[in-house]
């Protein structure tokens, strides 16, 4: 799986991430490495697009992090 610009895209409460998974990784392959983002980065599953090579571009999102989160009680 790889990132199309490996940059997430920034859309109000939102930051999106594409990715394109090539048409060699099986359904299942594709679900565990999707899983993986979901449960380390945060990532949802937004959108997948299936195209007739047998490529798949999927678009994950999360809810934006604050700029400056800092840790609890930690002034700066």
Do not use: C
Request: hydrophobic share 45%; net charge positive.
């Amino acid at each position: 799986m790889s990132a199309a610009a490996n940059e997430a895209v920034v859309d109000g409460d939102w930051e999106y991430q594409p990715l394109r998974i090539p048409p060699g990784v099986s359904r299942r392959a594709a679900a565990t490495q999707l899983a993986i983002h979901a449960e380390f980065a945060g990532w949802e599953l937004s959108r997948v697009l299936l195209f007739s090579d047998g490529t798949r571009k999927v678009w994950l999102r999360r809810k934006r992090r604050p700029a400056h989160a800092g840790l609890p009680g930690i002034i700066i």
